[in-house]
């Protein structure tokens, strides 16, 4: 029996891969077409607020996805580049007038081009030494912007309010263009990543997490393969950066840059599942509402409720579903992609 | 500068140094007996802290002599956390790499959250300890008491470490673990027990420091941070898993920074003993007393 049902199986099971790629990508314009019409229904300030950080977080932990999911580089020094981004547009604004749609481009290839240089000497590293590389060179730079003048030292910069617009990207009434333009960063990097899945460049990425050695005996550069995964991962979450000091109109090296940045840039796709589609929109959509709504209910974030359900969650995925969240639901199926027996044409499903 | 300024520095940057070389020494242990980076360690040193805080407030008794409890204390965390936590993240198949980061990283940040839940994020400081508030002066240099009486304690630490690893059956039990873990439960030796024990060490090591700390240093939720990137900066240094490398790469930063305060705003002291660290990594990965 289980002779004869493996050549018959053996063709769907190559299909399988082509139909899930298209039901990822069904069910990405379903979710966009629900969150471009969701907000329109909510007119609270407050759900709005968490709306738009919990898109933030989606594209954030996507572009860290790329680096710490795809490629495996655990960064644990992401808030770096975050801020680095927010730094630029904001100083090319307040110093040289250019306008923060502009200035946004300009941070997002200042922040590839700071990875590139931190990740030379790091990628001689790997795993747990890599990780705290990271977070030694960002804790370096945070050091550095807190006292540096030029820069605002640590009393930060305001941004100025030059009315409102797209090319300022300010807005004061209303927050709505902020959830779109944050919403239309996480759909760009949503594709980007469905497109990383299916790419040359996926492959070879995957291949370095999964075995750096094989895979370099297969002819994947591994020292290049990781220097594009660290700078496409930069550019989006320095662009991120800057958006975001367009949003709050001030930016300090504490709110832009310290290291509890970094945990909440990686901890999405962690929850979720680490280099999967799905895995960093699926966490923050978990983490940042339960964040906000704890903060709000049992007390301001002096209190440490935030960091005991940060630290309970990451131990809980950690060891007993690294796989993450979206591994609950198999939304992605990456991990076992054999379980799908609905998908047989037919009679297949009593073959279990 | 007159020279009695620069022995000055040089001395408290070494009185420094010493406190930061105990607290690599767990780190270290652990690493080299089972390839783990412990990233809770500064959360370990915090809650040493903040035990010796609760104890010296409920019992009045001086930090020194709250040693021995602290460090008991400590070792059954380390043991436990050992027990529940780690053996998990090293059996987990899917992920690995990152389950070994994420996991004691998570504890870290729950240990934080919890200090920051029950003492508030307020600063704390011991007062009106043994210690407190006296200085000795040898040859004209300065040395406040709390200082010298943490850097002899490290010293005597240090010796028992290496005694411990060096001159014991245990001792031998964790050398051999270390080399080959599969191999040793073959002779008869519990692996998981000699990696308990190990974390119980690293975590008692880490909570000496803790109680000599706290008796000059204020204590807060996010006060290990701080020591723990400087001891993944000795560890790396030193070579991760040499105890001797912890101890002079300790002295070193100790001094490095001591000195840098001479040249650059105090505020700016850690930036010198980082760009030495990421200095080390472009010429030696693996560190001064690191085998490849």
Redesign the interface.
């Known amino acids: 029996m289980a002779t004869f049902s493996m050549p018959a199986s053996l063709p769907a099971g190559l299909d399988l891969g082509e139909r899930r790629r298209r039901r990822q990508a069904l069910s990405g314009l379903v979710v966009l077409a629900i969150l471009l019409v969701l907000p329109l229904g909510i007119g609270d300030v407050y759900v709005r607020n968490i709306l738009i950080l919990t898109l933030m977080y989606t594209a954030l932990s996507q572009a860290w996805n790329i680096l710490?999911g795809y490629c495996?580089q655990?960064s644990?020094g992401h808030a770096l580049y975050f801020g680095i981004g927010a730094y630029v547009s904001t100083l090319l604004f307040t110093k040289f007038g250019v306008p923060p749609m502009l200035g946004m481009v300009a941070a997002g290839f200042v922040a590839a081009l700071i990875a590139l240089v931190v990740s030379w000497?790091?990628f001689?590293?790997s795993?747990?030494?890599y990780?705290?590389?990271t977070?030694?060179?960002a804790?370096?730079v945070y050091?550095?912007f807190?006292?540096w003048d030029w820069v605002g030292g640590a009393l930060g910069i305001n941004v100025p309010f030059r009315g409102e617009s797209w090319v300022s990207f300010q807005f004061r009434t209303a927050k709505l263009p902020y959830y779109y333009a944050f919403l239309g960063l996480a759909a760009v990097l949503w594709l980007a990543s469905y497109w990383i899945e299916n790419s040359k460049w996926g492959f070879y990425w995957r291949a370095v997490?999964d075995n750096p050695i094989a895979a370099q005996s297969l002819g994947v550069r591994l020292f290049r393969s990781k220097m594009v995964a660290a700078a496409a991962s930069a550019f989006f979450t320095g662009i991120g950066g800057s958006f975001y000091a367009q949003f709050v109109a001030y930016i300090d090296p504490d709110s832009m840059m310290n290291?509890q940045l970094s945990?909440l840039i990686c901890l999405p796709a962690?929850l979720g599942g680490?280099?999967t589609l799905w895995g960093p929109a699926v966490g923050a959509a978990v983490l940042i509402p339960l964040t906000e709504v704890t903060r709000s209910y049992i007390g301001g974030s002096?209190?440490?409720?935030?960091?005991?359900?940060?630290?309970?969650?990451?131990?809980a995925?950690?060891?007993?579903k690294?796989?993450g969240l979206t591994g609950l639901f198999r939304i992605d199926g990456r991990?076992k992609p054999a379980a799908a027996p609905a998908t047989g044409p037919s009679g297949s499903t009593h073959a279990a | 500068m007159t020279a009695e300024t620069l022995a000055q520095v040089v001395v408290s940057g070494l009185l420094t140094g010493m406190i930061y070389a105990l607290i690599a020494a767990g780190l270290s242990l652990i690493f080299g007996l089972m390839d783990?980076?412990n990233?809770a360690h500064g959360e370990f040193l915090m809650t040493a802290m903040y035990a010796t805080f609760v104890l010296y407030i409920t019992l009045s008794i001086d930090p020194l002599f709250l040693l021995p409890m602290v460090a008991v204390f400590l070792f059954a965390i380390g043991v436990v956390v050992y027990r529940v936590?780690i053996v998990?993240?090293l059996s987990?198949?899917?992920?690995?790499?990152?389950?070994?980061?994420?996991?004691t990283?998570?504890?870290?940040?729950?240990?934080?959250?919890?200090?920051?839940?029950v003492f508030?994020?307020d600063f704390k400081s011991l007062r009106g300890t043994m210690l407190s508030d006296k200085t000795v002066s040898v040859l004209g240099v300065f040395m406040p008491l709390p200082q010298l009486a943490a850097s002899l304690v490290c010293v005597v630490a240090f010796i028992g470490l290496w005694l411990l690893t060096t001159k014991t059956h245990f001792g031998r039990a964790l050398e051999a673990t270390r080399e080959d873990s599969e191999a040793v439960a073959l002779i008869g030796v519990d692996r998981h027990f000699i990696f308990a024990m190990g974390w119980g060490i690293g975590a008692a090591t880490v909570g000496v420091a803790g109680v000599m700390l706290s008796t000059f240093y204020y204590i807060s939720?996010g006060v290990g941070?701080t020591f723990a990137?400087i001891a993944?900066?000795v560890v790396?240094l030193g070579g991760f898993g040499s105890l001797p490398g912890a101890l002079v790469a300790g002295l070193a930063i100790g001094l490095v920074e001591a000195l840098t305060t001479l040249l650059i705003?105090p505020?700016?002291k850690?930036?010198g003993v980082?760009?030495l660290?990421?200095l080390v990594?472009?010429v030696r990965?693996r560190g001064l007393f690191g085998n490849l």
């Open positions: 710490g495996g655990i644990l000497p790091c001689r590293l795993g747990h030494y990780a705290i590389a977070i030694v060179i804790e370096i050091l550095l807190l006292n997490k290291a945990i962690v680490i280099g002096g209190s440490g409720t935030d960091l005991i359900l940060y630290g309970v969650l990451i131990m995925v950690a060891t007993l690294p796989e991990i | 783990v980076v990233f936590l998990r993240a987990v198949k899917v992920n690995s790499g990152m389950v070994q980061i994420f996991a990283f998570g504890l870290g940040i729950f240990l934080r959250g919890i200090a920051q839940f508030s994020p939720p941070v990137l993944y900066v790396a705003p505020s700016l850690q930036v980082f760009g660290y990421l990594l472009f990965p």
